[in-house]
């Protein structure tokens, strides 16, 4: 069975996510979206509010699963038995950075962690979760960006932080 890790901040997560989630899970047996508990970084959602967000965003794609982790891809993967990373490409300014992680993570686990890039479909290049929360933040409209029950959730933090 052919299993795969999605890691990411996931703060929130986007239509671009979606995209890739949902194109990675028609490749893979079974995919498992990790949301990674950074304690270096403030995020707007907790990791267990980014967690219930993605497993309500995936509920209709049955070999999709949600975790989270801390510390290391590559231990957290060591620990899961899995050995394929999924990520997105939106644009070539995305390629250096997912390069070099790529290539950390094979490097540091004797190659048992391999890295399989995806490119985002065109009508989500432009997404961020960055620009989600800044456009919410100045009160623009995401409706665009994220599914409405995530909008919903994203609005109510920043008017709860007024
Ligand atoms: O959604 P993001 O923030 O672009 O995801 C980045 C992520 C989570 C994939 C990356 O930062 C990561 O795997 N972090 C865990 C720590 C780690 O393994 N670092 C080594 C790679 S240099």
């Given at each position: 069975m052919k299993r795969a890790v999605y890691?990411?901040?996931?703060d929130p997560v986007t239509y671009g996510h979606l995209d890739i989630i949902k194109r990675a899970s028609e490749i893979f047996d079974v995919l498992i979206v990790s949301v990674l508990n950074n304690k270096?970084?403030?995020p707007l959602f907790s990791v267990e509010e980014r967690v219930k967000i993605l497993k309500e965003a995936t509920k209709e794609l049955p070999n999709v699963?949600?975790?989270s982790f801390s510390g290391l891809l590559i231990d957290y993967a060591a620990e899961n038995d899995l050995h394929i990373a999924v990520r997105g490409l939106r644009?070539?300014?995305?390629?250096e950075y997912e390069l070099q992680i790529a290539q950390t993570n094979r490097k540091l686990s004797n190659g048992n962690l391999?890295?399989?890039?995806?490119?985002t479909s065109l009508e989500y290049a432009y997404l961020s979760s960055s620009s989600v929360k800044e456009i919410?933040?100045?009160?623009?409209?995401?409706?665009q960006c994220v599914p409405d029950f995530v909008a919903k959730k994203i609005n109510e933090k920043f008017n709860s932080n007024l």
């Open positions: 890691p990411g901040s996931f270096g970084k403030t699963q949600v975790d644009a070539i300014t995305d390629f391999d890295t399989i890039f995806l490119t919410a933040y100045f009160g623009g409209d995401i409706s």
